[in-house]
């Protein structure tokens, strides 16, 4: 039988945000209280694997979720940058119900067209990135298993692509809760399984 290699691909912990604005690639929004207490039932729950590496975008959410993962192994968090969140137009700005930019005209431009979408990085770059990003990790873990800390949307976006899906969707359908873990199960260089759960849920 060939050997499995797992890639658990780790959305990062709740994010302390007060003022409810979309954070994106912006610099300084860390884990709030019941983040870190999310990362640290993720490390439980990846406790007994047999991971050698675990690798989180460079944003400090992704950080501050990793490290607790990589201390139970005795690891570094290393950084690699196609794990990031995804780039978006409407980044710094309120975009909650009744409030956000998508009431106002001057940014309808923005919205023309979900099934790229207009308003951020393109799906399908966001899945080649994030390929690209689950490859890398897979050869270095060769037979035993990797974590790789990222973000909602690009973790979802890989899922899909690599499930043969369509990439555009709904967001609140999205299989991706905080601090969860989607792991791939690979058989030599084929896609055997997909898991998903959700250790930090209660």
């Known amino acids: 039988m060939t050997e499995q290699t797992r890639v ?7 994010v302390h945000n007060p003022d409810g604005i979309l954070y994106g690639r912006l610099p300084g929004f860390r884990l709030s209280d019941t983040g870190r ?40 968090v290393d950084t690699d940058p ?6 978006n137009f409407f980044e710094g700005r309120r975009v909650g119900p009744g409030d956000g930019a998508w009431r106002d005209p001057r940014f309808w431009w923005q ?22 990003a689950v490859d890398k990790a897979r050869a270095r873990a060769a037979g035993q298993e990797v974590v790789c800390v990222s973000h909602q949307l690009p973790v979802w976006t890989l ?5 043969g899906r369509r990439l555009w969707h709904d967001p609140r359908r999205r299989e991706c809760g905080l601090a969860s873990v989607t792991t791939l199960v690979y058989e030599g260089d084929r896609l055997v399984d997909v898991e998903y759960r959700q250790p930090a849920a209660p």
């Open 8 to 14: 658990h691909v780790v959305r990062h912990g709740e």
């Open 37 to 76: 207490a999310q990362a640290a039932a993720v490390a439980d729950e990846l406790a007994d694997r047999d991971i050698v590496a675990v690798v989180a975008s460079p944003l400090q959410r992704a950080q501050e979720t990793a490290t607790p993962i990589a201390a139970k192994h005795g690891l570094t």
């Open 111 to 132: 919205l023309r067209n979900p099934f790229m979408p207009s308003w951020g990085e393109p799906y399908a770059e966001i899945a080649a990135r994030m390929s690209a």
């Open 82 to 87: 196609d794990l990031i969140e995804s780039a």
């Open 159 to 163: 899922r899909l692509h690599l499930t």
